[in-house]
């Protein structure tokens, strides 16, 4: 194989084949292919595409790339679920322990904060003691024993992934459906699931900012899924706001308590039971997802959910104590509420501005090596369709540092927008896709 | 400046500003910004093109990279030739001291073999002793004294072009018209000329193969040299077969020699003194291109062309003993006659497969750091048009490893088709370009 050969042949539209793609993506991860040349094949990938057969071997590969883990010897059908990614997006704290209260082992491994959004991992570190670079080994013990595990990627699952999104990250090469699609799935074919639902968001705090985009995406990660034998399911949700009210680790972990108590917040628990449902459904504990969303509602009544979460933090090295009583919880130094001094109905948020202002408050990274500041964060108060007096606080804004205050209330006060005419409330799931197309709510 | 964002810019097709191209090249140069960051730049820029002005500004930054030579002290306009390359092009050993005999001076910066084309530095440095390596003080004396000097790309000259041609080799980016354009035009910006004639060349053998290409090419270079207050003028030229019949540096040394005694070959000679015949108008020493060629003719019959070319070789340090008598020079250990065993009308020549033969003999290098064997090499007998008897040789091979003369044969055999039928000679030259617009012959 001569590199250059194949990113000519990538360059001018041509389909790699599979011994191709394994000795160009193998050669990238044994340092054999510098840098330089993935960089030029994956910009050559944005512009001309895969085929389906080749993003398949594509993914194939980098899922070989790496430890399989198999998860055969844990009875039932293993669901886990992936989120695109968006700006107040808890619901896998909620989710995970709420489908394995229900009898679904969940294996989960999650990311950390990429860009304006927040990170599972993340979250989960802001609880203190909590524990998620578990090895292979604890991993497989902690499913076996309480049915959900929830960590980070760790060295050994698709390495190729791993190296290459680093170098995506930096050459602008990160929107392209063909290497998101092997990206996640690779990650998620590597954990050792039997089933995956889907999580793809849409509009100004996603990465996919257009809904024909999102769909594109999971009808691709649906069509890679099936194709290795795992049913999957996807939704189409909204990112046009934070979902939830909380932006910020353990603000967010605080609002998750609140709803697996039975608190409700209705955009983040509907998606929540939608996604639920449907992993229960594949897991075979329901006949439809409508179903599954009952059985899902019940486990939060009946306080099976929490009890789920509780056992988790404590089998990861949490101190459950935090969870029992939030207000445990040391608070920011400062806050402030954000203020508009007008008044009308909100018609826009631009979701985007308000997870840069989440990074502002020490919620998020700017840089790749940056800490996070586990108490800083964003409460909103008004979201899309929601009527502001001209006093009325829309945000309030927490943070350790007061400069970092102002600049996030800044930003918060732009993404805003008021109209005078009463605005509808935004679609929280725009619809589903499965392996026989898309179909709109 | 943030790396991936002007990346990123460049993918959507946007056009950088000069301050951006600035930071971006020199970061480049300067090691702030990684070749894998260069890398997809390159790529995007080979899917997106660049702007007429975008692209003017990209060579302005290459000039200035390094250092720009100012050859004013020199009566005269000077003047320089560049040829895009391809087999068997031996031009520019005849032509700077035919052009300098005229009393034109010419500064002429070389490069060497490339992929399966042969180089002016490679050829010259055949002579015993001659030297390309001069420094850019030795280089503005030798101009001074003898009115022409041959050196190759020092380090201090597009330094940015030097770095980012050796990326764009090893990463699929070296076909792309903007970026050929900075890289040939920067170079020859930077040399202190005042005009320049191009060469460029299309067929098998040329790295533009279409001629829409080339004559894309050669627009687009003339563009950015007339921005550059250099009046610039472009030849369309065949390379569907060898220019001239030796392909080899030694060997291509003596056709030369033998060129300048008078012993003209057709098709390499037509060609010199049609660019020979431009350099002397933009030289202003003859009212149009024509009467340019007649004054060349008169500098090689009278000898002194000859005689100049004789000075340049003493000059850089060469034994022009060999010059005088090139059967002094030793002779590769092995030939071998190339016969096709069949008869026919020279139809059609794959003149890549040439060039590649030549490099089989040892006359290129097949890696960057191989070293060459001058004596190596291939004399063609028969070109397009040519009848062949069935015992007649097409070529002879030269090498000192036997296993090459055999490949090289093979390689030969393979390239020629022959046709019952009587087949046109090939046009020489297609048509000529300045900044008016291409016309065709």
């Given at each position: 194989?001569?590199?250059?050969e194949?990113?000519k042949?990538k360059?001018?539209?041509e389909?790699?084949t599979?011994?191709?793609?394994q000795?160009?993506v193998?050669g990238?991860?044994?340092g054999?292919i510098?840098d330089?040349?993935?960089a030029?094949?994956?910009m050559?990938?944005?512009?001309?595409?895969m085929s389906d057969?080749?993003?398949?071997?594509?993914?194939?590969v980098?899922?070989?790339?790496?430890t399989?883990?198999?998860l055969s010897f844990i009875?039932?059908v293993k669901?886990?679920k992936?989120?695109t990614g968006g700006?107040?997006?808890k619901?896998?704290?909620?989710l995970?322990?709420?489908?394995?209260a229900c009898?679904?082992?969940v294996p989960?491994?999650?990311?950390?904060g990429?860009g304006h959004?927040?990170?599972t991992?993340d979250?989960l570190e802001?609880?203190?003691?909590f524990?998620t670079?578990?090895d292979?080994?604890s991993?497989k013990?902690?499913?076996?024993?309480i049915?959900?595990?929830m960590?980070?990627?760790?060295?050994d699952?698709a390495p190729?992934d791993?190296?290459m999104?680093a170098?995506?990250d930096?050459?602008?090469?990160?929107?392209?459906i063909?290497?998101i699609?092997g990206?996640i799935m690779?990650k998620k074919l590597?954990?050792?699931?039997?089933?995956l639902v889907?999580d793809?968001?849409?509009g100004?705090?996603?990465f996919?900012?257009?809904?024909?985009?999102?769909i594109?995406?999971?009808k691709?990660?649906?069509n890679?899924?099936?194709?290795?034998?795992?049913r999957?399911i996807?939704?189409?949700?909204d990112?046009?706001?934070?979902l939830?009210n909380a932006?910020?680790n353990?603000l967010e972990i605080?609002?998750c308590?609140r709803c697996m108590?039975g608190?409700?917040?209705q955009?983040?628990?509907?998606?929540?039971?939608?996604?639920?449902?449907?992993?229960?459904y594949?897991?075979?504990?329901?006949?439809s997802i409508e179903e599954?969303?009952?059985?899902?509602r019940e486990?939060?009544?009946?306080?099976?959910a929490?009890?789920?979460?509780?056992?988790?933090v404590?089998?990861?090295?949490?101190?459950?104590s935090y969870?029992?009583?939030p207000?445990r919880y040391?608070?920011a130094?400062y806050?402030?509420e954000?203020?508009l001094g007008?008044e009308g109905?909100?018609?826009?948020?631009?979701?985007?501005?308000i997870?840069?202002a989440?990074?502002?408050?020490?919620?998020?990274r700017?840089?790749?090596?940056?800490?996070i500041?586990?108490?800083?964060?964003?409460?909103?108060?008004?979201?899309?369709g929601?009527?502001?007096g001209k006093?009325?606080?829309i945000a309030?804004?927490?943070?350790?540092?007061k400069?970092?205050v102002e600049?996030?209330?800044l930003r918060?006060?732009?993404?805003?927008?008021?109209?005078?005419?009463?605005v509808e409330?935004?679609?929280y799931?725009?619809?589903?896709a499965d392996k026989?197309?898309?179909y709109?709510?």
């Amino acid at each position: 194989m001569i590199p250059v050969e194949l990113i000519k042949k990538k360059r001018e539209g041509e389909v790699l084949t599979p011994d191709e793609l394994q000795k160009f993506v193998n050669g990238y991860v044994n340092g054999e292919i510098p840098d330089y040349q993935m960089a030029a094949w994956l910009m050559a990938v944005y512009f001309q595409g895969m085929s389906d057969t080749e993003m398949k071997e594509f993914t194939r590969v980098m899922i070989h790339s790496g430890t399989v883990i198999d998860l055969s010897f844990i009875p039932g059908v293993k669901v886990d679920k992936h989120s695109t990614g968006g700006v107040g997006d808890k619901v896998s704290v909620i989710l995970a322990p709420l489908v394995a209260a229900c009898g679904i082992p969940v294996p989960m491994i999650s990311g950390r904060g990429l860009g304006h959004t927040g990170g599972t991992l993340d979250k989960l570190e802001s609880i203190p003691g909590f524990r998620t670079d578990l090895d292979i080994d604890s991993y497989k013990k902690t499913i076996e024993k309480i049915g959900v595990v929830m960590i980070g990627q760790t060295k050994d699952i698709a390495p190729a992934d791993k190296k290459m999104y680093a170098l995506r990250d930096v050459t602008a090469t990160v929107e392209c459906i063909p290497l998101i699609a092997g990206s996640i799935m690779s990650k998620k074919l590597a954990e050792g699931i039997d089933a995956l639902v889907l999580d793809v968001k849409t509009g100004s705090g996603a990465f996919m900012r257009k809904k024909s985009e999102a769909i594109e995406l999971a009808k691709t990660l649906i069509n890679v899924g099936e194709s290795f034998g795992k049913r999957t399911i996807g939704f189409i949700t909204d990112m046009n706001q934070p979902l939830g009210n909380a932006v910020g680790n353990w603000l967010e972990i605080e609002e998750c308590i609140r709803c697996m108590k039975g608190n409700e917040i209705q955009d983040l628990m509907e998606v929540t039971y939608r996604l639920a449902g449907a992993m229960i459904y594949l897991g075979g504990k329901s006949g439809s997802i409508e179903e599954g969303e009952s059985v899902a509602r019940e486990a939060i009544e009946s306080g099976a959910a929490f009890e789920k979460f509780l056992q988790l933090v404590n089998e990861q090295g949490g101190d459950v104590s935090y969870i029992e009583n939030p207000t445990r919880y040391k608070k920011a130094e400062y806050n402030k509420e954000v203020v508009l001094g007008k008044e009308g109905f909100v018609s826009e948020i631009d979701n985007y501005g308000i997870g840069i202002a989440g990074l502002i408050t020490g919620a998020g990274r700017r840089k790749i090596d940056d800490s996070i500041d586990y108490t800083a964060g964003i409460i909103i108060h008004k979201k899309i369709g929601d009527r502001v007096g001209k006093e009325d606080p829309i945000a309030t804004v927490y943070a350790n540092e007061k400069k970092n205050v102002e600049d996030a209330v800044l930003r918060i006060t732009e993404a805003y927008r008021l109209s005078d005419d009463a605005v509808e409330p935004r679609q929280y799931i725009y619809g589903m896709a499965d392996k026989n197309g898309y179909y709109d709510y």
